[in-house]
């Protein structure tokens, strides 16, 4: 016996069913989409083919539906994510070639707020971005074993 459960707001429907991937609708000509609901003789029917459906089936057919949907919003959610991901990094690159291209500004290093000059190599050395510190500390380590000052404060 296969059970799902659905939570939609403060609603809880449990599903058990058994039907081994069995459908129950021998008319497989009209999907039923356009829906007529009587509320005064709490009906279902088809517009499209004028035949009734039962509530079970329209509960089944709103279900699917609504998996559906969830699942394409977030499969949109995750390419939004990796597309955000991606402007970010345009619009720094844009920031600072734009202060690059004034003839009397010099982009600044964020931490220390010194100029960074187009001899300083801007762009020449990458870090890993999983652990930006790994390069400092190799910088570091190779200093101390050429005896060089590491220039830590």
């Not at 999907?31 to 009906?43: K, M, S, V």
């Not at 949109?76 to 402007?87: M, P, S």
Request: hydrophobic residues 35%.
């Amino acid at each position: 016996m296969i059970t799902k459960v659905f939570n939609i707001d403060d609603y809880r429907i449990e599903i058990k069913g058994d039907n081994h991937g069995f459908r129950f609708s021998t008319d497989t000509s009209c999907p039923h989409q356009h829906l007529l609901f009587d509320e005064n003789g709490q009906t279902i029917q088809c517009k499209d083919c004028k035949i009734q459906v039962t509530a079970w089936w329209v509960l089944m057919a709103i279900n699917g539906g609504l998996k559906r949907m969830r699942e394409r919003l977030e499969s949109d959610r995750k390419q939004l994510d990796t597309e955000v991901a991606k402007n970010l990094t345009h619009k720094a690159a844009l920031k600072v070639e734009h202060v690059w291209r004034k003839r009397k500004m010099l982009p600044c290093c964020p931490h220390c707020l010194h100029a960074i000059r187009p001899e300083d190599g801007f762009g020449d050395r990458m870090v890993s971005k999983e652990d930006p510190e790994g390069a400092r500390r190799s910088m570091i380590k190779t200093s101390k074993i050429l005896g060089l000052p590491t220039g830590e404060v």
